[in-house]
């Protein structure tokens, strides 16, 4: 059942009953869903630069986009549920209870009912996957691997699942310039994707938003994709003057076939959400207003499943190819160490991050 106005209005005095301060993050993020539940998108004029909380405030809000008003009212619910349970298990451990696992900066990391949830956590961002958080994410799958849980779900946090790589990663040059830069990112890129192909249990994307780049070529490495329908899929390489990667260059020629995956790949084409079900990247599409209940629902009841048997299914269904998607990563990779030095891929960064300074 979807969250009622009398639960958000619950869920608001639960905030007040909070023992741990939830901090400013946590604070802006749910000023931000309760003014998206109960205005709808942000309508007001942009704060002016001096004047800094509202011009967060603004901003959290202005990051929903469109965001209809009763799944903001799910997630400011769901939010404070979390924040209570957090709370409760800091003072005592329940068995079971949902757990909070600490230390990530631009994740935030979950395990309850045999699901640990990693969550994409820069909305403000588009969950554009910055150098700590393709580290966190490294971390947090190798965590999960050893854990007890039986699937691993990986999600965004707001109106997109992930806009990919973060495009101001290239602009903190080491010492040794930008060969260096190229070389330390493609190293972290293949170790990044061989973190997914190794990835034992199996590997669900909750596909909640907008797809793009990077997010969208791992989701050939996946076992289940189940998405939103207001999720799109965009790989736009060729206009960064980049070339695929994530194995996308094995993986998606077999799954929609060569000529479709040229389309996505090579000339950019973005497709809806019902588009990739129908071409076999999305296992199954969803309404957007019940997408969170109808999915956690599914996945709560196959976590239930025998989890060791889980594992077994999956390596003797992907096992055969790992070695095979090593190899494509590490091409993939080299490829696209030389690409990020090309003059198309550099003018490219610096045409989005001269469109954003002039905002
Ligand atoms: C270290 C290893 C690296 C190896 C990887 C190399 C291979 C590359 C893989 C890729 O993933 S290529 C794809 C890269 N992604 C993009 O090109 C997307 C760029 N962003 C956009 O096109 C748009 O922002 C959007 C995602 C379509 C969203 O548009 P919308 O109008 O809805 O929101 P914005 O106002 O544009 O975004 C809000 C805020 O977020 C910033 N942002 C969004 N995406 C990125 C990103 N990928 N990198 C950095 N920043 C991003 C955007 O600039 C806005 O910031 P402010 O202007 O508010 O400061």
Redesign the pocket.
């Known amino acids: 059942m979807r969250a009622s106005l009398k639960d958000l209005k619950n869920a608001v005095n639960q905030v007040k009953l909070l023992k741990k301060d939830p901090g400013n993050e946590v604070k802006l993020k749910l000023y931000a869903l309760y003014k998206q539940a109960t205005e709808g998108p942000c309508n007001m004029p942009k704060p002016g630069v001096f004047d800094l909380i509202n011009k967060a405030k603004w901003?959290a809000w202005n990051?929903l986009?469109s965001l209809p008003e009763e799944t903001a009212r799910q997630n400011y619910v769901d939010l404070v549920s979390s924040l209570s349970s957090s709370s409760e298990s800091s003072s005592q451990v329940k068995p079971g209870a949902d757990k909070e696992h600490a230390g990530y900066g631009t994740l935030v990391v979950t395990s309850e009912d045999g699901i640990t949830k990693i969550m994409l956590n820069r909305p403000?961002?588009?969950n554009?996957?910055s150098?700590q958080m393709?580290q966190e994410i490294i971390l947090a799958l190798k965590a999960a691997s050893q854990d007890d849980s039986a699937i691993t779900v990986l999600t965004g946090n707001g109106d997109?699942y992930c806009?990919?790589?973060?495009?101001?990663?290239v602009t903190d040059t080491p010492l040794g310039g930008i060969e260096e830069k190229a070389k330390n990112?493609?190293n972290?890129?293949r170790d990044?994707v061989a973190s997914f192909i190794d990835f034992p249990k199996p590997l669900i994307a909750v596909v909640n938003g907008?797809a793009?780049?990077?997010?969208v070529?791992l989701l050939g490495l996946f076992d289940i994709v189940y998405a939103s329908d207001r999720a799109t899929f965009h790989?736009?390489?060729s206009h960064?003057g980049?070339s695929p990667?994530g194995c996308s260059s094995y993986t998606f020629p077999k799954i929609m076939g060569p000529t479709k995956a040229t389309e996505m790949l090579t000339f950019g084409k973005k497709l809806t959400a019902r588009e990739a079900c129908a071409q076999g990247l999305v296992t199954e599409v969803f309404p957007d207003a019940t997408f969170q209940k109808e999915v956690w629902t599914r996945l709560t009841a196959y976590a239930k499943l025998p989890s060791n048997v889980l594992r077994i299914s999956k390596q003797v269904i992907r096992s055969m190819e790992k070695e095979k998607l090593h190899s494509v990563n590490v091409e993939e990779s080299s490829i696209?160490q030389e690409r990020?030095l090309s003059k198309e891929s550099m003018n490219a960064v610096m045409n989005?991050l001269s469109k954003?300074a002039k905002?």
């Open positions: 901003e990051a986009g403000t961002r588009k554009a996957i150098t393709y997109f806009s990919g790589n973060d495009l101001t990663n990112s493609t972290l890129l990044f907008p793009v780049g990077i997010a070529t790989t736009p390489f960064l980049l990667e696209v990020f989005f954003r905002l």
